[in-house]
């Protein structure tokens, strides 16, 4: 976990916050910012599926996929 220490400023009409290098999230991401009394928590919004799916296609597909034994499950009578 990454701590980092920060002051806010005012930008327009609005309070801001630097994020520094370590604790940054990169350009342009959206956030979602969540307060419970001085707790301010902030993190990445969920993907869209769209999205979600073009990330998982971009990961390295495995050389082989493990199959399960294909054992019979005994039925079980009165359930």
């Known amino acids: 976990m990454s701590v980092a220490r920060s002051r806010t400023f005012r930008s327009g009409n609005s309070e801001a916050i630097r994020l520094p290098k370590d604790v940054a999230f ?15 928590t902030v993190y990445p919004t969920s993907l869209s599926i769209p999205d979600m799916v ?24 009165g359930l």
Do not use: K, W, Y
């Open 54 to 77: 073009a990330r998982l296609r971009d990961l390295p597909v495995p050389p082989t996929v493990e199959r399960r034994d294909e054992t019979e499950i005994p039925e079980r009578h």
């Open 26 to 40: 990169g350009p342009d991401v959206e956030l979602v910012l969540v307060r419970s009394g001085d707790v301010l």
